[in-house]
């Protein structure tokens, strides 16, 4: 690999998150700090982990410290996410509402064309049940790594290698990877749970919305609209079909 491409190669990567959601032993800390230096990852953000800092996290890393000292530690994954214009979640189960879902190769590929315009966000949620719901609920692609369905148990630290791995090879190869249009980028998650609080608050206020059974609806919606992934244009848009609305409903109110 000519010295333009590795460093165009060392870049993208270096826009990619593992995100450790909730860790609770300090060990698998370690262990996905030496996975990600191994390929070529860099950006390592913790949320809320069990126990850090922790010698044995230190111990497992086995040369990857680095990677542990530069580690971003958050009270939040809205915290973590900040920035990101793409977050793609691991989960091995199914759930009742299900989100769009790319294999590990095609979410790799994904995340490295979207590299050049923006942070992308890879969760990784808890030892022993993973991402939550609501954690899902932040995601747009749900990516899953299939494996034996009579002992599925897939350690944090070996799914991060799988997924850096195929990162990697799509990196090296990321001339043939077809590009976004260049007048489109995806705002972040904070604006997008801007949006979706404003929506929540709307659907109340003209009524549509039982305020005792929001949650499917609302979850609903959020899969739209992350699967259309708007840009701020568009974002400013919504947000002000959104505010007319409810001027429209306080005014019908008050005559």
Same mark, same amino acid.
């Given at each position: 690999?000519? *010295?333009?491409?590795?460093?165009?190669?060392?870049? @993208?990567?270096?826009?990619?998150?593992?995100?450790?959601? =909730?860790?609770?032993?300090?060990? =698998?800390?370690?262990?996905? %700090?030496?996975?990600?230096?191994?390929?070529?990852?860099?950006?390592?953000?913790?949320?809320?982990?069990?126990?850090?800092?922790?010698?044995?996290?230190?111990?497992? %890393? #086995?040369?990857?410290?680095?990677?542990?000292?530069?580690?971003?530690?958050? +009270?939040?994954?809205? #915290?973590?996410?900040?920035?990101?214009?793409?977050?793609?979640?691991? &989960?091995? @189960?199914?759930?009742?509402?299900?989100?769009?879902?790319?294999? %590990?190769?095609?979410?790799?590929?994904?995340?490295?064309?979207? &590299?050049?315009?923006? +942070?992308?966000?890879?969760?990784?949620?808890?030892?022993?049940?993973?991402?939550?719901?609501?954690?899902?609920? @932040?995601?747009?692609?749900?990516?899953?790594?299939?494996?034996?369905?009579?002992?599925? #148990?897939?350690?944090?630290?070996?799914?991060?290698?799988?997924?850096?791995? +195929?990162?990697?090879?799509? *990196?090296?190869?990321?001339?043939?990877?077809?590009?976004?249009?260049?007048?489109?980028?995806?705002?972040?998650?904070?604006?997008?749970?801007?949006?979706?609080?404003?929506?929540?608050?709307?659907?109340?206020? /003209?009524?549509?919305? =039982?305020?005792?059974?929001?949650?499917?609806?609302?979850?609903?919606?959020?899969?739209?609209? =992350?699967?259309?992934?708007?840009?701020?244009?568009? /974002?400013? /848009?919504? @947000?002000?079909?959104?505010?007319?609305?409810?001027?429209?409903?306080?005014? &019908?109110?008050?005559?």
């Amino acid at each position: 690999m000519a *010295a333009a491409e590795a460093a165009e190669v060392a870049q @993208r990567l270096a826009r990619i998150r593992v995100v450790l959601i =909730n860790t609770t032993h300090p060990g =698998n800390i370690g262990a996905t %700090a030496r996975a990600m230096k191994v390929m070529g990852l860099s950006s390592l953000h913790l949320v809320t982990p069990k126990i850090y800092p922790h010698a044995e996290a230190t111990a497992r %890393a #086995s040369g990857a410290d680095d990677l542990l000292q530069r580690a971003q530690l958050h +009270e939040s994954l809205e #915290s973590a996410l900040a920035g990101c214009g793409l977050v793609l979640g691991t &989960s091995a @189960r199914l759930r009742t509402l299900p989100l769009p879902l790319l294999d %590990a190769r095609r979410a790799a590929g994904q995340a490295l064309v979207e &590299s050049a315009q923006h +942070e992308v966000a890879l969760l990784f949620g808890r030892e022993r049940y993973g991402l939550t719901n609501e954690e899902m609920q @932040r995601c747009h692609f749900l990516v899953n790594i299939p494996s034996n369905p009579e002992y599925s #148990s897939l350690n944090i630290a070996q799914a991060v290698q799988i997924m850096a791995y +195929e990162l990697r090879i799509a *990196a090296q190869g990321f001339a043939d990877i077809e590009l976004a249009p260049p007048d489109w980028q995806p705002v972040d998650d904070v604006q997008m749970e801007r949006l979706f609080e404003h929506l929540e608050q709307t659907l109340l206020d /003209i009524r549509f919305l =039982n305020p005792r059974q929001p949650k499917r609806l609302l979850a609903r919606l959020r899969r739209l609209f =992350n699967r259309a992934r708007p840009d701020q244009n568009e /974002i400013n /848009i919504l @947000r002000g079909i959104l505010k007319a609305t409810q001027d429209a409903a306080r005014h &019908s109110e008050e005559t």
